[in-house]
């Protein structure tokens, strides 16, 4: 009897959660267009946040970020190698174990199940190879290194599973579709359960499933207005990229762009599979499901081929869906949320306040509970990217020298070590601004109003009221400072009490 009255008491009261995240999945160039079941099945059912943000846009500090809750000034994940703390020694002594997945296993008492690509050097062998199952994970399947499709090494619980290029077998979005079934068909039945699956699609080398290889046939990269123009206002790198591009480069994008839905389809598929399994086991009504990833990306914009890394919408905004127990349907959310607030909100929703953490977000259940007015909600948030260089000439650019990184012919570099910038994004009734900051030898601003020029195709640093330049400027500076509750800030504490801007009475800084 107390097994079953426990049971009854766990079973019925502490929700399950998932957490599907896929890997540089745009929003902004139509990135969830070919995931029409994701959008039924998630969106549909439950709320779309339009102003979904991720900390950095790069897949390693991203999903440090996403794990820890902390923005990268405060998880010490630069970039996507070991010496900059991707997954490396470092991160395992003093971050790891703090990740909400370890906070939900050792706390709220949850069974948790990891599938996927998790940090991009994970499976290194100076920092513990496959044999190093990060701490919070009950059942661990990672990737070892970066997203594949075949040819492949997962860690299973620590012991190396090699994979070849059968699609029956091998396929890895359906790999981790199929392992996810088994965790739900053989997880315990008497403790709620987190499962993290974590897609390599529609990351490069965007191979699509056979069945899906002649799909989108004649889809082409969006030509928004920023496509193939030339960011002359804008900083170094940009200014180096050739415009018109050439029609090699043209092609190529084209081409990654429809292998990118291709491979979607396959992470639809995978969707559709998790949410009737639990359906059909009755456990669909007491789970919450998060959808979402960990970057944006571009194809053209700017004159850039493709990747991510650019402070600019394409690159930071990110798709988020989440259905749940205690979310209405259809609901869309304009409340400005970020990576940083995933780990708080899934916390929260074990019952564990993100006060007893040193996280930085702040958990957006009460938004999606409908108990959070919109006055009260925060208006800003910190992105911060730290630009990859290398230390000898790229064999594409030798012209530029050392410093660049990630170039195509013609010296277009997508990545530089003076890419580094820090910008704070204001989502708010009376302004939707962004002002960054870069770390570089010109100390170059970009400020962009995303009301009037939602393409970003206007900087107007140079032009923009003064004094709302220089709250910007501060509002950078305290949270680039900021650690845990100092970064959670609410609306009153954050609001640029200047002209054109709606100010609370109570506001301390103005
Ligand atoms: C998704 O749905 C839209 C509208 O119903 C349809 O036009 C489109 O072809 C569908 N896409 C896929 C990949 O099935
Ligand atoms: C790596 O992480 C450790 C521990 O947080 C930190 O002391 C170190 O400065 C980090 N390295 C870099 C390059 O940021
Ligand atoms: C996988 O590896 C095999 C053997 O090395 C190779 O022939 C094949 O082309 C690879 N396939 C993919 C998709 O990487
Ligand atoms: C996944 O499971 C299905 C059903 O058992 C099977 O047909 C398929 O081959 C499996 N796929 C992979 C990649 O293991
Ligand atoms: C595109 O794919 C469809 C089948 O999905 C096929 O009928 C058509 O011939 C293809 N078109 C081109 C240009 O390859
Ligand atoms: C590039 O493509 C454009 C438009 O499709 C065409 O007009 C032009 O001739 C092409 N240039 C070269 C060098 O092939
Ligand atoms: C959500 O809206 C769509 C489109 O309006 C509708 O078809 C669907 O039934 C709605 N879903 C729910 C659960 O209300
Ligand atoms: C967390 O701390 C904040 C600020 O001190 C407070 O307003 C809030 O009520 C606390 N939340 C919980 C659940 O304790
Ligand atoms: C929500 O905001 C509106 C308008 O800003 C205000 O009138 C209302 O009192 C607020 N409600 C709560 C519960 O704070
Ligand atoms: C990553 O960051 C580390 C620490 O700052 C630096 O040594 C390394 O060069 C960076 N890697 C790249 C590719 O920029
Ligand atoms: C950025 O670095 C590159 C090479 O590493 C250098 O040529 C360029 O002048 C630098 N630009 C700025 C604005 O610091
Ligand atoms: C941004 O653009 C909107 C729409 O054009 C305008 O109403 C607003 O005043 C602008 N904000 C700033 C700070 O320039």
Redesign the pocket.
């Known amino acids: 009897l107390p097994t079953l009255l426990s049971c009854l008491l766990i079973c019925v009261t502490v929700p399950n959660i998932v957490l599907v995240l896929t890997d540089d999945l745009d929003i902004t160039m139509g990135g969830v267009s070919p995931l029409n079941k994701t959008k039924k099945l998630i969106g549909d059912a439950g709320i779309s946040f339009t102003n979904a943000f991720v900390a950095s846009p790069l897949c390693c500090p991203s999903r440090a970020s996403i794990l820890t809750g902390k923005y990268p000034h405060n998880h010490h994940v630069i970039n996507n190698t070991l010496e900059g703390n991707c997954s490396s020694k470092a991160w395992q002594k003093s971050e790891e174990a703090q990740t909400f997945p370890a906070l939900l296993k050792s706390f709220a008492g949850y069974q948790t199940f990891f599938a996927g690509k998790y940090l991009n050097q994970y499976g290194h062998s100076e920092a513990g190879g496959v044999e190093h199952v990060p701490p919070g994970w009950n059942y661990w399947v990672g990737l070892e290194k970066n997203s594949k499709?075949?040819?492949y090494t997962l860690s299973l619980n620590g012991k190396a599973q090699k994979h070849?290029?059968d699609y029956s077998k091998d396929y890895l979005t359906d790999v981790l579709a199929n392992m996810s079934l088994d965790f739900l068909q053989y997880k315990s039945n008497y403790q709620p359960f987190f499962m993290m699956v974590s897609t390599p699609a529609p990351h490069s080398p965007w191979?699509a499933a056979p069945q899906y290889q002649d799909r989108f046939n004649t889809t082409k990269a969006p030509r928004d207005p920023n496509f193939n123009v030339h960011g002359k206002d804008k900083h170094w790198l940009i200014r180096q990229a050739k415009t018109p591009m050439s029609n090699s480069s043209v092609q190529f994008l084209d081409d990654a762009f429809r292998k990118r839905w291709q491979t979607l389809l396959s992470v639809d598929d995978l969707v559709e599979k998790i949410v009737e399994r639990l359906e059909v086991r009755g456990e669909l009504d007491n789970t919450y499901i998060f959808f979402t990833s960990d970057n944006g990306y571009h194809t053209g914009q700017f004159s850039l081929p493709v990747d991510k890394r650019q402070l600019y919408e394409f690159d930071i905004r990110v798709p988020l869906m989440v259905r749940g127990p205690n979310i209405k349907p259809n609901q869309t959310s304009q409340m400005l949320v970020a990576n940083v607030d995933l780990g708080p909100t899934i916390l929260d929703i074990a019952g564990y306040s993100v006060n007893k953490t040193q996280m930085d977000g702040m958990s957006f259940l009460p938004i999606m509970e409908g108990r959070m007015n919109s006055s009260s909600w925060r208006t800003d948030i910190l992105v911060e990217y730290e630009g990859e260089g290398r230390n000898v000439s790229d064999p594409a650019c030798p012209l530029l020298g050392p410093g660049v990184s990630e170039c195509f012919p013609d010296c277009v570099c997508e990545d530089s070590y003076n890419n580094t910038y820090a910008c704070v994004r204001t989502v708010a009734p009376s302004a939707n601004l962004q002002y960054c900051e870069f770390d570089d030898n010109e100390v170059f601003a970009e400020v962009y109003n995303v009301t009037a020029d939602p393409y970003q195709l206007t900087n107007i640093a140079k032009t923009i009221d003064q004094e709302i330049l220089e709250k910007m400027n501060h509002r950078l500076m305290l949270l680039q400072s900021c650690s845990g509750q100092s970064c959670r800030t609410p609306v009153n504490k954050s609001q640029l009490c200047v002209q054109g801007f709606s100010c609370d009475i109570t506001v301390n800084n103005c």
């Open positions: 499709y075949y040819n070849g290029a191979t």
